[in-house]
């Protein structure tokens, strides 16, 4: 799976305005145009962008192109990140059924080293402190 243009889409504030927009339901690239103080054409790169990412479907009807997200490859997504983090299969009865958060092989369970701290749904690594014997 190649993630990169979708990523690259996903990195621009507008082009994550226009999805937010389209997750109401589909709309025409003029009314879409309309919710932005930029031009046509930068719109229409944006969604060129989208587009290229797999991000947004268009459907040409007369004159007009409508366009509608594609959640397929956010679905995608998801999946390699649960995947990424362990969360595609819980621990099974021959690793021990340990945790994934169990210390690596080798390592004591109470060394000192950096453990994750969960704050308002972001984890960062934050140094263990040593206790004193």
């Known amino acids: 799976m190649v993630f990169e243009a979708t990523f690259k889409a996903l990195a621009d504030p507008t082009r994550r305005r226009i999805l937010e927009l389209l997750r109401h339901g589909e709309m025409s690239a003029g009314e879409l145009g309309a919710r932005f103080s930029a031009t046509g054409a930068t719109i229409s790169h944006h969604l060129s962008v989208l587009k290229a990412a797999g991000l ?42 340990e945790s994934r958060n169990a210390p690596a092989q080798g390592r004591d369970a109470g060394s000192p080293g950096p453990s994750k701290a969960v704050a308002g749904g972001q984890s960062k690594l934050v140094p263990k402190k040593e206790e004193n014997l």
């Open 56 to 97: 947004v479907c268009d459907e040409k009807r007369g004159k007009y192109i409508y366009y509608s997200l594609n959640t397929s490859v956010m679905e995608d997504i998801f999946a390699w990140l649960a995947e990424l983090c362990g969360a595609s299969s819980p621990p099974s009865a021959h690793d021990g059924g």
